[in-house]
């Protein structure tokens, strides 16, 4: 493998950190960017301590263009993997124009930064919810952009269209397009992890929190879908496999756009969550059925085929040993 300098922003946030750390521990040399609107800068010795280097850090926004190419134009990257950007569903709804300057406008000071610095290989962190109302298992192949939910979702399929064209006008530039479904878990060792700053909106750190007692309980949104247990189905990635995931993306970059989803292939239903955590942890969950969220899909799951064949990477930790690692990031005890 090829070792490179690359570098990774939204480095310290919660899928980032893990990867830089896969990152450094495979050869590369990583420096990273953000700006610490969701993440501490504290993470940075937690890396050093499980990598053993500390990443260079530089404390920028996106939407700085200047102070952004300052970093690029000094650092003599080789790629970038883009994981910054806003990232909570409700607040983009009421939110919508900081959504789009901030992550798609972030994204095009970026794209023009690494144009001017000759850095033509970037990794960027797309979703699954791309993909729309269609049904599961979403292949690439796919087509994207209709019936997203709301204007995060819309950030992720402009900024994939954004890369296309750059890529069409530029034909050395080298992009891949990862569709991550939805990041659960820890790094084994626990000391880093996912830490939502103000009230979460995803099912894990919900369920996590009901675990430490800062919430009451966990509402199961709809026990109606056409699903086994009637409660909905998610394709739940630890973010180690995730983390590694890039690691195999890095290796195999090509001229052009390729897209490949990041999942495990399988849906998991709320309540099949519920009764993993409390087989893992040994204790009950308290929770009460409530009606569907609004802009909800029954069942979501990757076809991860592509990933696999080409980049010879497939999701190999199970839901039960991502509850173990964010119980152990979190100081709770697992069973045993
Ligand atoms: P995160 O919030 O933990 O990390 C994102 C980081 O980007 C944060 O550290 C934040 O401070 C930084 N950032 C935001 N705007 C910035 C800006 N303008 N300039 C510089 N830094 C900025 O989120 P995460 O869960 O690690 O997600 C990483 C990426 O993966 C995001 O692009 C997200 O949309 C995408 N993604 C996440 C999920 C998920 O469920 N976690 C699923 C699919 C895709
Ligand atoms: C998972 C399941 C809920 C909370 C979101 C984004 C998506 C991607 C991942 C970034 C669903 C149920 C949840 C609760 C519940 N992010 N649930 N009670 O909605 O699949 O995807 O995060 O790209 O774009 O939309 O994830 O964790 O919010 O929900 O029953 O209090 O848990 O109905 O079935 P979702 P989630």
């Given at each position: ?251 195999k ?53 592509k990933a696999?064949r080409e980049l ?25």
């Amino acid at each position: 493998m090829e070792a490179m300098k690359i570098l990774v922003t939204g480095g310290t946030g919660y899928i980032g950190s893990h990867t830089v750390v896969e990152l450094i521990q495979s050869g590369h040399e990583v420096e990273i960017l953000d700006n610490l609107y969701n993440s501490d800068a504290g993470v940075l010795l937690k890396i050093a301590e499980l990598a053993g280097v500390e990443p260079k850090f530089y404390e920028v926004d996106l939407r700085d263009k200047t102070a952004l190419k300052q970093v690029m134009r000094d650092g003599g990257y080789e790629a970038v993997i883009h994981f910054a950007g806003l990232k909570a569903v409700a607040e983009s709804v009421e939110n919508p124009l900081t959504y789009y300057e901030n992550n798609v406008g972030g994204t095009v000071n970026l794209l023009e930064a690494m144009e001017e610095f000759g850095v033509r290989k970037l990794i960027f962190s797309s979703s699954a919810t791309v993909y729309g109302d269609q049904e599961a298992p979403f292949v690439e192949t796919m087509e994207t952009g209709r019936a997203i939910a709301n204007p995060y979702g819309r950030t992720k399929y402009m900024i994939e269209e954004i890369i296309k064209d750059l890529c069409k006008a530029d034909e050395g530039f080298e992009a891949t397009i990862l569709r991550y479904f939805n990041p659960i878990g820890a790094h084994e060792s626990g000391l880093i992890g996912e830490e939502p700053k103000g009230i979460p909106n995803n099912l894990m750190p919900i369920i996590m929190k009901v675990a430490t007692g800062e919430m009451a309980e966990l509402l199961v949104c709809g026990d109606d879908y056409e699903t086994t247990d009637g409660s909905a189905e998610r394709d739940y990635i630890h973010v180690m496999d995730l983390a590694q995931g890039h690691v195999a993306a890095i290796a195999k970059m090509q001229p052009g756009v390729t897209v490949y989803n990041l999942g495990t292939g399988r849906g998991v239903s709320v309540l099949e969550m519920v009764k993993a955590f409390e087989k893992v942890s040994g204790s009950p969950l308290t929770y009460k059925i409530v009606g569907r969220r609004a802009g909800d899909l029954a069942v979501v799951y990757a076809d991860a085929s592509k990933a696999e064949r080409e980049l010879g990477w497939k999701a190999t930790r199970t839901v039960d040993e991502a509850m173990r690692d964010t119980l152990k990031f979190l100081g709770l005890s697992a069973r045993d």
